[in-house]
């Protein structure tokens, strides 16, 4: 399957999962009133709303544990076929049915998502390696050039990105992006998560190799607000560093 084509078949199954899934359990459960205590049902349509979370899908996940809930408020707990309940033990019950199920979904997606961020931000690394172990010492350095700029495009999600040499402009003034992935402008960090790229200035990114400062990676986003995490952007600053070894190794610079 294309991995790509994996989030929409996801999206496909969570929520006919989610809505049909404890329903359809609790139901099959039925004959076995009397002989199965109704408390043990709850924690299999537990089991259930964990099957749902596990395909990371965050509001499929809750509403499974919603209908868990109600499923068994309606088909296993007395009067039964309503929505009520007289026995005040299966109200706790249900009650926490819903919250446990809500709270596994949570996690889940919580954990889903950091694995999906671990993966992103490896991937990230991997290009910016990638870049220098191919690296061809015969080759035009400018197409190695032209590499790093597309890709800290697609890594940072802005418009442009340009190889210049000289001092970086604007001086003291001006919008760096620091070793350790921080927006340092006009001398004092930014909050990049909150406020995001700055669209009214260039972005600079030193490039330097070999103890000799090349130039810098002019990077703007000006049509577009870009929020990229510090994985990205530490992945675009060692992006810059392997530009520096790639400009030392063809031992000079390009202009």
């Known amino acids: 399957m294309d991995t790509e084509d994996r989030p929409v078949l996801l999206d496909r199954i969570a929520w006919p ?15 076995l009133r009397g002989r199965v205590d109704a408390t043990n049902v709850a924690l299999i349509l537990v089991v259930v709303v964990v099957a749902v979370a596990a ?12 209908m868990a ?27 926490l049915l819903v919250i446990v199920g809500a709270a596994v979904s949570e996690l ?17 690394v991997a ?11 015969g080759a035009d350095p400018l197409a190695q050039v032209r590499l790093v700029e597309q890709r800290i495009v697609d890594i940072l999600g802005v418009d442009g990105c340009r190889y210049r040499t000289g001092p970086i402009p604007g001086g003291q003034t001006g919008a760096v992006l620091a ?7 006009a ?8 406020s995001g790229l700055p669209t009214d200035r260039i972005i600079a990114i030193p490039v330097a190799g070999g103890g000799h400062a090349y130039g810098y990676l002019a990077v703007t986003a000006a049509s577009r607000w870009s929020r990229p995490t510090r994985e990205q952007r530490q992945a ?20």
């Open 108 to 124: 889940a997606w919580l954990g889903q998502h950091a694995r999906q961020q671990f993966v992103r931000s490896r991937s990230y």
């Open 187 to 194: 001398g004092h960090r930014t909050d990049i998560g909150r």
């Open 55 to 66: 395909l990371g899908r965050r509001l499929p996940g809750l509403a499974a544990a919603v």
């Open 236 to 255: 675009a600053v060692l992006m810059a560093t392997q530009l520096g070894e790639i400009l030392t190794r063809a031992e000079q610079p390009t202009r």
């Open 69 to 95: 809930g109600l499923a068994f408020d309606y088909l296993w707990t007395s009067p039964y076929y309503t929505f009520s309940i007289d026995n005040p033990d299966l109200i706790q019950t249900a009650v």
């Open 179 to 185: 070793a350790d992935g921080s927006l340092q402008v």
């Open 17 to 31: 999962a989610a809505i049909l899934g404890p329903s359809l359990v609790a139901l099959a459960l039925v004959p």
């Open 127 to 137: 290009g910016a390696v990638d870049v220098v172990a191919t690296f061809d010492p």
